[in-house]
């Protein structure tokens, strides 16, 4: 059958199956399942694990506000998060000289080392999904299609909200 007409048949309107929310949401259950038992060892937790790597990305110390920017999360979202990754030892958070408000979250020696652990985390996911690493790429591209066209939505909505 034709999107168009799927799209447009009421019976198929409101079909589960048919709507894009569901997949994502499915898949991205699915797929955190999969992360799971690879992270645990590290003693990280998916939205840790992300945390992680936006900071093994830069070198410098990160403001919490860039890294709540960085990672499309709340900082009220985030900080839990900060706040277990240095209870673990993994990073410290200290105000800022040149700004007293802010707060920078600097690596340990220990969240540094663990990069080397976390190396073996996408090899690892891939294996288990079982697909090309073309195919991933191809998804994550298309999935930053989607995110792109859902923030311009919620801008569009925002602009024109009282």
Known sequence: MRDDVRLSD???ALALEEQVCF????????????YRPILEP?????????VM???WERPDPVSVR????LLHLDPGTLSPLLKRLESGGL???ERRADDERSLAVTLTEQGLRLRE????VPPA????????VEELIALRESLGTVITAARSALADAAAVSP
């Not at 590290?42 to 992300?50: D, E, R, W």
């Not at 860039?66 to 920017?69: G, N, R, V």
């Open 10 to 12: 009421p019976a198929r």
């Open 23 to 34: 997949a994502l949401s499915v898949a991205a259950r699915n797929v955190v399942a999969v």
């Open 42 to 50: 590290m003693g990280l937790t998916h939205p840790q694990y992300l």
């Open 53 to 55: 790597l936006a900071l």
């Open 66 to 69: 860039e890294l709540s920017d």
């Open 91 to 93: 990073l410290r958070r």
């Open 117 to 120: 652990d976390a190396l073996r």
């Open 125 to 132: 996911v891939v294996s288990r999904l079982g697909m090309d």
